[in-house]
Structure formats: C-alpha cells, structure tokens
C-alpha cells in the first residue's frame, strides 16, 4: 500500500500548460431547495465524547484532510497546515505553503503536501517547506503521498510522480484534456503496488515507478448531448475493502472495481455529488436530495434508503462501529444506524458548516468545520 520500491523514471514536461475550463456544480439546476422538514427531538441513543479541539484558519470551501496512523494533517484554505496527534488532540507542527490552497493536504505521517492556487506543489516535513515545483495545471484533488513519492493529479487529466526529500519530477503521464472538470476532490489512492485514480467516468490502475498503464474500469459512462450532461468524473471519498474499490461518479452512478485485474464487479444509478464509505457488507452514501443509502457490497443492490435528511446539504458519510457519521452544512454532525438509518444522536461542533467528510484516525472520529474548528469525538 506504501509502495515501498520502486524505481523512478524521468519523462520531459508538455511545452505550456493545457487550458481548462472548471465546473463546480453543485447542482443541475439553479432553482431554489425546498426548505427541509424540522429534524425530531434528539433520540441520543448512543453516548458521544468530545475529546479534544484545535483551531486552524477558516476552511472556505472543501479540502480534504489525510490520516496516517493516529496522525491527521489537515489544512486551511490560507495554506496553513497542521499535523495533530488523533490520539490527545495535541499539535505535532504547523506549517504555511505560502500561498492559498486549491487542494486538500496528503501525507504518509512525515511528508506532506498541498498544492497552492498559484498552481504549485509544495512539500512540506516537520513543520518546515522542503520544496516548492510548478505544475502544468491547476489541481482539485490532494496529493497522495506513499513510498517517499507524491503523486498528482491536475485538471488537464495528468498524473505526475514527485521524489519526496527533493521535488525531482519522475514522471508525468498525460491525457487528452476534457472540457469540462469537476472543481472538486477527485479519487486517487495506493492499493498494493498499484496507484489508483478516477479518470472520468472510470477507475485506472497505473505503475506507481513509470505511470504506465495497467488496467481501466469504466464505473460511468458520458452521456448527454452537451458538456455538462458528459460530465461524470468520480468524486470524493471512496471504500476499500481488500482489492476492491467502490466509487462514486458524480451524479451518474456508484459502482466497485477489482484493482488486481482491473474488473468491474458492478455499477448502480445514482444521484450524488459527493463519495461514499463502507465496511465489509455494505457501501454507504448521501444522495443529492439528502436521502441516505446503503447499497451491498457483495452486488449493487439497495439494502435501505432513509430520507429523514430530506432536501438537506451532507458530506459523504463515514462509517465507525454501529453508525454512520454525517455532517451538514448547517453546522450539525448526525450519527445514524448503519442497519437502517435510524437515527442515534446529533452534535454541533461550533455552528459553522461541515463541508468535509468526517474521517477516523486511531479511535477518534475527526470533523473540520467552516470556521477551522478541528474536533475529535469518540463515539461509544
């Protein structure tokens, strides 16, 4: 998963840098939400610790954050990262890349990097900028950073490999551009010896020491007329379980790959913006109308839906333990039953919107909010 050898490969940059025009669509349509139905009473079926807090500058739009371990490094969107100890909440360093951020922050626990919207590529170790190197494109997805190497992936459909201590490029493997991308976090992760990224409507398997081709697997197909109905890029958070990845492509479909030979076990309909989570049995995540589904792993099909989040704004949803931990753009954090949807209990960190997936490290479940609040809870 680390990529732990393997032997880099110098390949000459594209003379100039490819134009690209981003859509970041929220939705298809302009019209005004309905207004969603007053949630019941909090039920606080399950107990939920807040076990500790730190403060980062404010998180204007969403950028990921990365676990390692019991370490979590998150950033700002002003291009402040911080590395923190899950465990007791406690900073390990902080660091500025100068400039504001485009994309979430990667890290293997020692190396981290971002990328800046000045288009840079910026690593970071110990609270100290190690290197800085331009890229082609401008990039929505964070760095993945594995085996002393951060790959990239930038909105012209390029992925590039970069020696960790010293920025060398090691190669770049290029694909005819799109006109238009998803202004949002992409899919791109190590599975064995294989990176793994969202290309389009498709999941592909590429050699982490020469960026060649392995395999593709195509969870969405473009269609439509126009550029904008085409669009099916996947997004967001993915679940791994083993050798099979499941995804979602954005506002198209949910689908899981096999990343050994590269083979689709199966795609479903579906409507969402954001990604998805899951554990051995089933994939878990929130569609564009606020329903919540949980689809098996084992073939596609719907084990429940649950539409008490109606017409409400949710990240992608995380699975710990008993329940799923989803946040919302009104600044609450809903815990619900991953049997069936029923709800546990329901948090507010600060009051500010939860735009970013909730994630686990160690035994804490982290959540950023708008406002650079970084909260561990330790649900029961």
């Not at 970069?162 to 991308?181: H, K, M, T, Y």
């Not at 073939?299 to 333990?321: H, I």
């Not at 950023?368 to 809870?377: C, I, L, R, S």
Request: proline share 4%; net charge positive.
């Amino acid at each position: 998963m680390n990529f732990k050898r393997f032997m880099p490969e110098s390949t000459a940059l594209r003379a100039g840098s490819a134009l690209v025009l981003v859509a970041f669509l929220a939705a298809c349509s302009g019209s005004a939400k309905p207004k969603p139905d007053e949630l019941p009473a909090n039920p606080a079926l399950m107990g939920v610790r807040q076990a500790w807090t730190v403060r980062i500058p404010d998180v204007q739009f969403p950028l990921t954050t990365d676990v390692s371990g019991d370490t979590i490094t998150v950033a700002g969107s002003d291009g402040t990262v911080v590395a923190i100890d899950a465990r007791a909440g406690r900073e390990i360093w902080r660091a500025s890349a100068g400039a504001p951020l485009a994309a979430g922050v990667g890290s293997d626990g020692q190396l981290a990097a971002v990328v800046t919207t000045g288009n840079e590529l910026v690593g970071i170790e110990n609270g100290k900028v190690l290197w800085k190197q331009k890229l082609s494109a401008q990039a929505f997805t964070a760095p993945l950073v594995a085996g002393r190497r951060v790959f990239v992936q930038t909105a012209d459909r390029s992925i590039s490999a970069w020696d960790g201590q010293s920025g060398r490029r090691l190669w770049i493997q290029q694909r005819a551009g799109e006109n238009l991308v998803l202004r949002k976090s992409g899919v791109l992760l190590a599975v064995g010896d294989t990176l793994v990224a969202g290309i389009g409507g498709r999941l592909a398997g590429i050699n982490p020491a020469n960026g060649t081709s392995r395999w593709e697997a195509p969870i969405a197909a473009p269609r439509g007329t126009n550029d904008v109905e085409r669009l099916v890029d996947l997004t967001g958070s993915v679940s791994r379980y083993g050798d099979t990845v499941c995804a979602r492509a954005y506002y198209a479909s949910v689908g899981c790959v096999e990343t050994v030979r590269g083979s689709l076990v199966w795609s479903k309909p579906a409507s969402g913006a954001d990604g998805v989570s899951g554990n051995e049995s089933f994939i878990y995540g929130t569609e564009s109308d606020g329903s919540v589904v949980a689809w098996r792993r084992a073939d596609g099909e719907r084990a429940w839906q649950m539409s008490r989040f109606k017409n409400r704004v949710l990240t992608a949803p995380l699975a710990v333990g008993r329940s799923l931990i989803i946040g919302e753009n009104t600044g609450t954090l809903h815990f619900v039953s991953r049997e069936d949807g029923a709800l546990l209990n329901r948090v507010t960190p600060d009051g500010s919107a939860i735009t970013v997936a909730p994630v686990l490290a160690g035994n804490t479940v982290v959540v950023v909010t708008a406002k650079g609040g970084v909260f561990g809870y330790r649900p029961e």
